[in-house]
């Protein structure tokens, strides 16, 4: 049996944060942050959301490897991980996650007033997660609602305040966070039944929730568009919201006839958050575009 395979220290880090899978959410951070800033932001606050939002990521990636360290153990998918085979230590682990809490913390400070106070409650949300899939299957709509803190994040960084467009996005945020962590945990449903963890197909059976990504993403899609309507978007983004509609139906039909053979949801999740961004990007440069000449 091979042991784990040799990698560098950088290489290493970059496992540990999940680096490969940045693009998940940033899509529509960027997205968000064009609208709240009605066009490009400028320099300055595009570095410092950028900054807030990596750290926020790295946080709550550090403390969940952490937190989930023995979990980790008695799942084969996840044994090869870092605190599990003691290529990084805890304390190590803990750091990550101080030092990532007090980069939010001075990226907020540098954006505004309403930021600073609305950093220390991102961070208990995104830390959050790591103990609620062991209270009930609710775990994988907190995910969601973590993931809703994206577009809130972006208007109060720019704006300073919550126009309803932003709530408007953040329900869709929420709706559209938690079907993906419904079809990621789909992968895990035979672990976490056995290490006594709790999510939507662990409590309703994969069927049913294959069924539920699909109702999810039409609801995320309605929400999405009254985020459209409210915050003046020209038609090109909801032409590129009937695309993504078109592939997450596409992709939503072949998870409910084969729900046991899902593959690459994070590549779907990042595709769609990318046809939402041009889409977010063409309404705000090109308003009274409604076809691309």
Do not use: C
Not at 172 to 180: C, I, N
Not at 187 to 203: E, K, N
Not at 212 to 240: D, E, K, Q, T
């Amino acid at each position: 049996m091979n042991g784990p395979t040799e990698r560098s220290p950088v290489t290493e880090l970059g496992r540990f944060l999940e680096i490969q899978n940045l693009g998940l959410n940033l899509s529509f951070a960027l997205a968000f942050l064009l609208v709240a800033a009605g066009g490009l932001p400028s320099l300055r606050t595009f570095v410092l959301v950028v900054i807030a939002f990596v750290a926020a990521r790295n946080a709550g990636h550090s403390f969940n490897r952490w937190a989930d360290r023995e979990q980790d153990r008695a799942n084969p998918r996840t044994q090869g991980r870092a605190l599990v085979t003691g290529r990084f230590s805890e304390r190590f682990a803990l750091a990550l996650v101080a030092a990532n809490a007090l980069l939010l913390g001075l990226a907020a400070f540098f954006l505004n007033p309403l930021a600073l106070l609305l950093a220390p409650v991102a961070l208990v949300l995104i830390l959050g997660y790591s103990y609620t899939k062991r209270l009930g299957w609710g775990t994988t709509v907190y995910l969601g609602l973590v993931e809703a803190i994206t577009p809130a994040a972006a208007f109060v960084a720019v704006q300073g305040t919550l126009p309803w467009e932003a709530w408007a996005a953040v329900l869709g945020m929420l709706l559209w966070g938690t079907a993906f962590e419904t079809v990621h945990s789909l992968g895990d449903v035979q672990s976490d039944l056995r290490l006594a963890l709790s999510s939507i197909p662990a409590q309703f059976g994969v069927r049913t929730s294959s069924r539920a990504v699909a109702v999810l993403h039409a609801l995320s899609l309605g929400s999405f568009a009254l985020f459209g309507v409210l915050a003046h978007l020209g038609g090109l983004f909801f032409v590129a919201l009937a695309a993504i509609g078109l592939l997450a139906a596409r992709a939503d039909g072949r998870l409910i006839r084969s729900p046991s053979g899902v593959v690459g949801p994070f590549r779907t999740h990042m595709i769609l958050g990318g046809v939402f961004l041009v889409g977010v990007a063409l309404a705000v440069f090109f308003p009274a575009a409604w076809v691309l000449p």
